[in-house]
Each structure stands twice: as structure tokens, then as C-alpha cells.
């Protein structure tokens, strides 16, 4: 399964749309784009995922690039309830489990 | 509410007792999980289960066990033979291994060892 590149860390204002950046450059065409979140010392949550079409629910959006090689997480009115490490997985199925890389710790600011 | 839960939250141990984790799922899910994270890293697979009767070594298995006697339930093992348990421990299920991108999880179980 595809390697993922996140930042480390990232703010955004209470208020405003958190867009958080991940680079799978090496994606094959049957890998899934999988984003979860784990606040502080909770079970991480599962929030999206796609193939290469954007897509929306009533947590975030997904954008995915028409390479495939990179996509970005919307969160549209981020709240301090939004804080948490987001993680960016690439999964095909080629193996029998998901890869929790180190993710992005999004802080939000009242 | 369906939901997966683990108890206890928090859990002591001496060094070199057996501890045993809880994780129970009403969700009606095949697949089960238990993951491992360490403070600032991403989460390690300890063990998984696609049925009843079954389930295989993750990662980093060694000095951990398991079994899935019950759909609904998952418990995993921390043997005196792990050499650093302190750890948070993750439990999830899927429906399906199939649909293992999918993964609801539990609250964790941080346990500490001295």
C-alpha cells in the first residue's frame, strides 16, 4: 500500500474552513483515500474516503487531485471541538490492515 | 447505541502479572482489531480476527494473545513475556475484512506497568 506525506502540525481559526494537505504520490489505481481523526486519548473516528471522484459528507469534504497524487481533508467551519490528529490512509487491500502513519495535529484557535 | 466498548479505561499492573483487556462490539461486525500506540506515534496492529474461531498476528504480536469465542467479543492478553506494555491499547471492528477501511473504534484501555 501507498506511502502517505502529511505536515506535521497545522492551525486554523474557529470559525474558518481547515484544509489539510496529504501526498500519496505513489497511489495505484485500486487505493482508496481513507481520513480519520483521534482526539486527545479517544479511539480514532472514521471520517471520509474515496477512490478519485470528491466527496462530501456531513463531517468534511474530500478533494482528490485528477492525478490522484495528492488530496485535501475540508473540515467547512472548523470548531475547537475539531482538534485533533487527522490521519491521511491509502488502502487497496493488499494487505490485511490499515497504516496509522503520525498524521496532522490540527489545533484550532477560539 | 451500537459502539464498540473496552474497559476499563484505565488499568495498573505490576511487572510480570498477565492483564487481560475487555472489547465488546454490538455493531454485528466480523472483523475485530487491537492496535497499540505509543505517546506521538501512529497506531501498531497487534492482532486481527476476520470471524469467529479465527484471527491472525499483526505487527508486533509477540508477548500478546487473543481469542474470538464470540462474535461480539474480542479480549487480548498482555503476557509477562511484552517487554514494554505501558502502552494505549485500541480496540476496532469492520464490518467485514473487506470493508477494513472502515474501522469504528473503541475508546482505548491506557495501561501502565511497574
Known amino acids: 500500500d501507498a506511502k502517505t506525506t502529511q505536515p506535521t502540525s497545522m492551525d486554523c481559526a474557529e470559525g474558518r474552513a481547515a484544509n489539510l494537505p496529504c501526498n500519496h504520490s505513489t497511489i495505484s489505481g485500486n487505493e482508496y483515500v481513507y481520513w480519520y481523526r483521534q482526539i486527545h486519548s479517544q479511539g480514532p473516528q472514521y471520517i471520509i474516503h474515496g477512490l478519485k471522484n470528491n466527496e462530501t459528507n456531513e463531517m468534511a469534504s474530500l478533494i482528490i487531485t485528477e492525478d490522484r497524487k495528492s488530496s485535501t481533508l475540508i473540515l467547512p467551519h472548523a470548531t475547537l471541538r475539531d482538534t485533533a490528529v487527522y490521519y491521511c490512509?491509502?488502502?487497496?487491500?493488499?494487505?490485511?490492515?490499515?497504516?496509522f502513519g503520525t498524521g496532522t495535529l490540527l489545533a484550532v484557535q477560539p | 447505541d451500537g459502539g464498540i466498548t473496552q474497559s476499563p479505561k484505565y488499568l495498573f499492573r505490576k511487572e510480570g502479572q498477565n492483564v487481560t483487556l475487555s472489547c465488546e462490539q454490538n455493531l454485528n461486525h466480523d472483523a475485530m482489531y487491537w492496535y497499540r500506540q505509543d505517546p506521538g506515534q501512529g497506531l501498531r496492529l497487534i492482532y486481527y480476527s476476520q470471524i469467529v474461531n479465527d484471527f491472525q498476528k499483526g505487527d508486533i504480536a509477540e508477548g500478546y494473545s487473543v481469542s474470538r469465542e464470540k462474535k461480539e467479543s474480542f479480549p487480548l492478553t498482555v503476557t509477562s513475556a511484552q517487554k514494554n506494555p505501558t502502552a494505549f491499547y485500541l480496540c476496532?471492528?469492520?464490518?467485514?475484512?473487506?470493508?477494513?477501511?472502515?474501522?469504528?473504534f473503541g475508546p482505548g484501555t491506557r495501561l501502565t506497568v511497574t
Open positions: 490512509i491509502v488502502y487497496g487491500g493488499a494487505t490485511n490492515k490499515l497504516i
Open positions: 476496532a471492528s469492520s464490518i467485514s475484512q473487506g470493508r477494513i477501511g472502515e474501522q469504528y
